[in-house]
Structure formats: C-alpha cells, structure tokens
C-alpha cells in the first residue's frame, strides 16, 4: 500500500487493468484533475512505458513453458518501472526553477530512470537456449527493451512529449 501512496498520493488498491484505467499512475476515473500537463515529464512517460508493458502482447503457438518466462519478464520489467515510479516521487523535491531549466532537469532524470531500468533488464537476460522458460523469458526482456528504446527516442526528439502515445508500440516488436 505504501507504493500506491506514494505515487499517487492515495491509498486505494493498486488495480492492474487495461492501460487507462485507473491503475497506479493511469489515466482514468482515478487519475488526478489537477495535475498540469507539463508537470511531471518523468512520471508520464514512467506510467507509458508500464501500460506499453502492460500492453505487450502474449506469445502465441508456443509451449506453456515460454508463455510462463515471457509473462515473468514482462512482470519484472513492470516491477522495474514501478520500482523507478516510487524511488523518484519520493526523491523528488520541486524547486522554483524556469521552466525551461525544469524540463532539461525532468529530460535528465527520465533519461537516467530508463537507462537504469534498460540496464537491469540486461542483466535479467538468460543464455540457456534449450530451456523454454528461459527462451521466454529471454523474448520478454527483449521487448521490455524495445519500449524503455521508444521511450528513450521519444524523450530525446521531443522531451515535452515524451510520454504522449506513439505509434510504434510493444505490439510492434514481436
């Protein structure tokens, strides 16, 4: 419960719905009014990386092994994401900087939260080849990378944007 408030600043469950819905950090029902659309670049695009994650579509015609070390990758990296969610709100202390100097900062810090979360999916990946789980669980990160990459591109080509939906998702690299 404690990671709910901190990211959210509620207490209510920690639902895991479709993207949108009112999830930890989502964009539904429960999703804060007042917060301002340039306020946390950081926080966004954190909480669109977990739904592309979220998103990432199950193997199909494998055995229930590889689906079971797919599924186990994608949770991790959704444990990564979460992880970098409630380390940085509870790090995080608004100063009264221009704008601009905020969103160079905020462009930083997402930065250095996707590269950390891309470096500890490396060092999940796996090398036994004739294990299935293991080959799941290989894909899994392999496609958790593809997102923290797309996310990384999309705060380098535009940091304002960075969490705003793209057309090239999860379901784009399997």
């Known amino acids: 419960m404690f990671i709910v408030e901190v990211v959210t600043g509620s207490s ?9 819905s009112d999830r930890v950090g989502g964009t539904g029902q429960g ?33 229930t092994d590889y689906e079971r070390g797919f599924t186990a990758a994608i949770r991790y990296a959704r444990v990564c994401v979460l992880d970098r969610m409630s380390s940085g709100t509870v790090d995080f202390i608004e100063d009264l900087r221009p704008y601009d100097l905020r969103m160079d900062r905020e462009r930083l810090r997402t930065s250095v939260a996707l590269r950390s979360i891309g470096s500890r999916l490396l060092q999940e990946l796996r090398a036994d080849p004739e294990d299935e789980v293991a080959a799941g669980y290989r894909r ?11 996310q990384e591109s999309a705060l380098q080509q535009n940091p304002v944007s960075a969490a705003e939906p793209r057309e090239r998702s999860a379901v784009s690299l399997c």
């Open 12 to 20: 209510e469950p920690c639902l895991d719905g479709p993207p949108g």
């Open 140 to 150: 899994g990160i392999v496609v958790a990378l593809g997102v923290i990459a797309d």
């Open 31 to 63: 999703a804060d009014p007042d917060i301002h659309p340039n306020e946390d670049v950081h926080e966004r695009a954190l909480a669109q990386t977990r739904d592309a994650l979220f998103a990432a579509p199950k193997p199909r015609g494998r055995s």
